[in-house]
């Protein structure tokens, strides 16, 4: 499966952003994807995970509320709807994918990773 995320941009403090991810390859519409988030000098984090079906759907804490996570398999598409942005949320965004039942948490095995789409929010 291969993954490409795009969408990202500069927004200031309290704005929206849409990020998408699509996905190609034989198992890309049952494959469950997520979004990680790096920042500057910190660790990549977890921001939110979808299953394959749409069913299933988690979320970090810093970001619950604010961001959604939707698909549409039609278009083998992922989408992260990023709402009251801070600058704390500026960061480069990966989306992630595995073919692991319907698993979409930050513990899951992440097989499948696209290249970061970077987001900077201003204050």
């Known amino acids: 499966v291969q993954l490409q995320a795009f969408g990202g941009g500069l927004v200031q403090a309290g704005g929206f952003l849409r990020l998408s991810c699509v996905a190609s390859?034989?198992?890309?519409?049952?494959?469950?994807m997520a979004w990680f988030r790096q920042a500057p000098g910190k660790e990549r984090e977890f921001v939110g995970g979808?299953?394959?079906?749409?069913?299933?759907?988690n979320y970090a804490d810093s970001v619950k509320g604010r961001f959604t996570i939707s698909r549409d398999n039609a278009k083998n598409t992922v989408n992260l709807q990023m709402n009251s942005l801070t600058p704390e949320d500026t960061a480069s965004y990966y989306c992630?994918?595995?073919?692991?039942?319907?698993?979409?948490?930050?513990?899951?095995?992440?097989?499948?990773w696209g290249k970061g789409t970077l987001v900077t929010v201003s204050s």
């Open positions: 992630a994918g595995n073919g692991d039942g319907y698993c979409s948490r930050n513990e899951c095995r992440w097989k499948y």
């Open positions: 390859g034989r198992t890309g519409r049952t494959t469950n």
């Open positions: 979808v299953s394959w079906n749409g069913i299933y759907a």
